[in-house]
């Protein structure tokens, strides 16, 4: 038995920090189950049988791949369940995933009847936030998924940043890029999923200002399968072009000065006193009329016939 105890133990410790944190106090009895399992300790592992678990209905994942399925039933048959699920208990009979769900189906499809388990308190947000952290401490998550996970955990667990850093064991700027992909357009951020494109292609288009640029760079990556660095070096060149002036625009820029000087002229003549008008490439601005006395004010209105 203390060949078991060691083992749970190192498992334990391998779960990452993150999940490791919520699961603290855990403990392995040995206590099995045939048929029926009755069991009222929690933060215990114990062998439960697979019809008294229900799935989990806030996890995070809606696609299995069958394919990988299979295989870990396979590999379930010779080697066993080498890591417990977790869940929480219901009542004195039922049991409720809170993560190893792909464990779970794979020990059904092995034709396991029973299955060791964690069981643990958790109230709904706790059972959220325990299958989001399970699925991004997964090395086949995509970064969309994973992005999708950090922003789920905090809208729906209310979490901060500093605090999702904390749990998931990453820093906040880790965090910040990954919830930066979930601002790109559908389109680039479908082929970052498919590995169409990767992370650090991403993370390149999202320094482009606008969608249709971003979209236009994307489809070139895409067509000539541009290297990361290439598209580094796109970006740039497109952000360092936006810098530099057109030199038409600067020469309708200054005629419209001009006009604008003339204007003041006229006006602070017809006024008596130095009027300003200020105006933007937009076409947009104002016009200022001081004055340095009640009398010079009655006077400005009298001439707007105010």
């Given at each position: 038995?203390?060949?078991?105890?060691?083992s749970t133990a190192k498992?334990?410790?391998?779960?990452?920090?993150?999940?490791?944190?919520?699961?603290?106090?855990?403990?392995?009895?040995?206590?099995?189950?045939?048929?029926?399992?009755?069991?009222?300790?929690?933060?215990?592992?114990?062998?439960?049988?697979?019809?008294?678990?229900?799935?989990?209905?806030?996890?995070?994942?809606?696609?299995?791949?069958?394919?990988?399925?299979?295989?870990?039933?396979?590999?379930?048959?010779?080697?066993?369940?080498?890591?417990?699920?977790?869940?929480?208990?219901?009542?004195?009979?039922?049991?409720?995933?809170?993560?190893?769900?792909?464990?779970?189906?794979?020990?059904?499809?092995?034709?396991?009847?029973?299955?060791?388990?964690?069981?643990?308190?958790?109230?709904?947000?706790?059972?959220?936030?325990?299958?989001?952290?399970?699925?991004?401490?997964?090395?086949?998550?995509?970064?969309?998924?994973?992005?999708?996970?950090?922003?789920?955990?905090?809208?729906?667990?209310?979490?901060?940043?500093?605090?999702?850093?904390?749990?998931?064991?990453?820093?906040?700027?880790?965090?910040?890029?990954?919830?930066?992909?979930?601002?790109?357009?559908?389109?680039?951020?479908?082929?970052l999923r498919d590995n169409?494109?990767?992370?650090?292609?991403?993370?390149?288009?999202?320094?482009?200002?606008?969608?249709?640029?971003?979209?236009?760079?994307?489809?070139?990556?895409?067509?000539?399968?541009?290297?990361?660095?290439?598209?580094?070096?796109?970006?740039?060149?497109?952000?360092?072009?936006?810098?530099?002036?057109?030199?038409?625009?600067?020469?309708?820029?200054?005629?419209?000065?001009?006009?604008?000087?003339?204007?003041?002229?006229?006006?602070?003549?017809?006024?008596?006193?130095?009027?300003?008008?200020?105006?933007?490439?937009?076409?947009?601005g104002e016009i200022k009329?001081?004055?340095?006395?009640?009398?010079?004010?009655?006077?400005?209105?009298?001439?707007?016939?105010?």
């Amino acid at each position: 038995m203390s060949d078991n105890n060691n083992s749970t133990a190192k498992r334990k410790g391998g779960l990452g920090r993150g999940l490791g944190s919520l699961l603290e106090g855990n403990k392995y009895t040995g206590k099995t189950a045939e048929s029926t399992t009755t069991i009222n300790e929690v933060n215990t592992i114990a062998d439960i049988a697979i019809d008294q678990i229900q799935t989990n209905p806030y996890q995070p994942r809606t696609h299995f791949d069958q394919a990988a399925l299979e295989e870990l039933a396979e590999s379930i048959k010779i080697q066993g369940i080498i890591q417990p699920i977790t869940v929480r208990q219901l009542d004195q009979n039922t049991f409720q995933l809170i993560s190893g769900e792909r464990r779970y189906q794979a020990a059904k499809i092995a034709g396991l009847t029973s299955i060791p388990a964690y069981i643990r308190k958790a109230d709904d947000q706790q059972m959220l936030e325990m299958a989001l952290i399970e699925n991004i401490q997964r090395e086949n998550l995509n970064a969309i998924e994973i992005a999708l996970s950090y922003q789920r955990l905090l809208t729906e667990c209310s979490l901060k940043q500093e605090e999702l850093g904390d749990r998931v064991g990453k820093k906040r700027t880790t965090v910040t890029n990954y919830l930066r992909l979930l601002k790109l357009p559908p389109d680039i951020q479908i082929a970052l999923r498919d590995n169409v494109i990767t992370m650090g292609h991403a993370r390149a288009l999202i320094n482009i200002d606008t969608v249709e640029q971003q979209l236009d760079v994307f489809k070139e990556v895409v067509a000539k399968e541009l290297s990361v660095r290439k598209v580094e070096e796109l970006v740039r060149n497109l952000q360092n072009a936006k810098k530099k002036p057109d030199p038409q625009q600067k020469l309708v820029f200054n005629k419209y000065e001009e006009e604008i000087k003339t204007v003041e002229t006229r006006l602070s003549s017809q006024f008596g006193t130095k009027i300003q008008v200020k105006a933007n490439n937009d076409g947009k601005g104002e016009i200022k009329i001081p004055f340095l006395s009640v009398e010079e004010l009655n006077r400005i209105l009298e001439i707007l016939n105010y």
